[in-house]
Each structure stands twice: as structure tokens, then as C-alpha cells.
């Protein structure tokens, strides 16, 4: 026998999860191995059970569908199949990249040919041919560099949704960074380059290899020697803005002009 189709249902309403579980049980190649209420949930199910495929709600609460993939890790993003009620310009951009979208409501016809599309690419990839429509849809429908609004971060088994806004600044930890929100700090798996390029340009200025610092958090800047200059933050917070990035001074004294 092939193996099983290991696959997530995620949906914000218990209904439309109902329906799914309902057609999904009748392919015997399918073993549904849970379910997500909302973004959040999902990004965390994703990351502990690795599904084959997740039929994934576009429109939810805490992160929409998009940014669920975009909390993943790129090796544990799983193919998808994108429901959505609503929006016309991911229509357009499912229709060329992705596995499938089913445009609610459908009917069982239309969920068995999506879920036949599923299955045979799935099974493909498990035979050694790669696939990477779902990267394409994420290209098309949120292009790189793209900033986010809010982050994941997972901490003593919980998983909290920061908002970038509220960072004060960020430091380098090896391979991690420190994300600095008021007296907390979070930890977070990623290079400072990959998240400075996540992080809105106009809120968010590299100002040295270790740091990244939120500009509505600075009260004054210090010259030092050698056309360095120390970073005074509001909390009282002193960092270093490195001679290699003094052009990002320019754009701070713009901006306060």
C-alpha cells in the first residue's frame, strides 16, 4: 500500500473544518492529523506534525493564510490548497502557482478534482520530484521584501505573536536574534539580514552588525572617535552606530527633518 497523505485542516470556522473532515474521509490514501482554528495555531500544528498537505483558510484570525507560510520555515512549509471567500487578486495568483484554491462555497466536484491535484503532487515528491509552487504563490501574492507586521516567537512551549512595532531594538545572538520589547526579550531562529529585510525600512535601521533599532525608540545621538556614534534610546538604552553604516545616519537625519 502507498503511503498516507498526511494532511492538516485549517479554518477559522468549525463548520467549514466539518465539511473538509467529511470529504477528506472518504480518500482512503488521506489521514487527517489534526486541525487549527486560526493562523497562530497553525503555524505551531504545522511545525509539530510536518503534514504532506494542509487545506489552509486564507481569511483568519491572529495571521492570515499567507502569513502562516510566511512563519514557516522554508523546509517545513507543506503543499497547500488555499480556501478563500473572498479575494480576487489571490485568486488570480492560486490559480497560476498553487496546488489548488477552492473558492467557498464549492461543491464536491470541484473538492475532489483540487484534492486529486493535491494527491498527485504530493505523491510526486514523495518519488523525488520537486515542486515549488508554493513559494511562487507567496513571491506573487506578497513579493520579497514585503515587510510583516508581526512576528512569531515560540517560548516555553508557547508560541507569541509579537507586534514589530513594538520593539524596541533587536541584537545578534549567533543564530539567533534577540528581539527587545520593553523589559522583555525574546529569542527568535533567524540571521539579522533575513529579519532586517522583514521589518518595515521606514520604522526599522541597521546600525551596526549586531543591531537593529526601532527609530521612534531614539532620544539623541553622541558622536564618538573615528565617525562612530552612540545610539541613546528612550529606556535609557546606549548602542553603537558603526562607521560601516554611517550612511544610514543620513536617512535618520532626513527623517527628523
Do not use: W
Not at 502557482?97 to 461543491?107: N, S
Request: overall charge negative; some cysteine.
Amino acid at each position: 500500500m502507498p503511503e498516507k497523505i498526511r494532511t492538516l485542516i485549517v479554518d477559522d470556522e468549525e463548520l467549514a473544518r466539518d465539511r473538509l473532515r467529511s470529504l477528506l474521509s472518504r480518500e482512503p490514501r488521506i489521514e487527517i492529523v489534526g486541525e487549527a482554528g486560526d493562523g497562530k495555531a497553525a503555524v505551531s500544528t504545522i511545525e509539530e506534525l510536518k503534514p504532506d498537505l494542509v487545506f489552509l483558510d486564507v481569511q483568519m484570525p491572529e495571521l492570515n493564510g499567507f502569513e502562516v507560510l510566511e512563519n514557516l520555515d522554508e523546509t517545513t512549509r507543506p503543499n497547500v490548497v488555499f480556501c478563500t471567500a473572498h479575494d480576487k487578486f489571490a485568486l488570480k495568483a492560486f490559480d497560476v502557482h498553487a496546488v489548488d484554491y477552492l473558492l467557498k462555497p464549492f461543491d464536491r466536484e470541484r473538492f475532489q478534482k483540487a484534492l486529486e491535484r493535491a494527491m498527485a503532487k504530493v505523491e510526486a515528491q514523495k518519488a523525488g520530484r520537486k515542486d515549488s509552487s508554493v513559494s511562487a504563490v507567496l513571491k506573487e501574492v506578497k513579493p520579497a521584501g514585503t515587510p510583516v507586521e508581526r512576528l512569531l516567537v515560540k517560548c516555553d512551549g508557547r508560541v507569541l505573536l509579537i507586534k514589530v512595532e513594538d520593539i524596541d531594538y533587536v541584537e545578534a545572538a549567533d543564530n539567533y536574534v534577540n528581539l527587545r520589547v520593553g523589559k522583555e526579550s525574546h529569542m527568535m531562529r533567524e540571521t539579522m539580514s533575513s529579519l532586517e529585510g522583514r521589518l518595515p525600512p521606514e520604522k526599522f535601521m541597521r546600525i551596526s552588525r549586531s543591531n537593529i533599532v526601532n527609530v521612534d525608540r531614539i532620544q539623541e545621538l553622541q558622536p564618538m572617535f573615528h565617525g562612530e556614534y552612540v545610539v541613546v534610546l528612550k529606556n535609557g538604552t546606549k548602542l553603537t552606530l558603526s562607521r560601516s553604516y554611517r550612511d544610514k545616519l543620513d536617512r535618520l537625519m532626513g527623517s527628523a527633518g
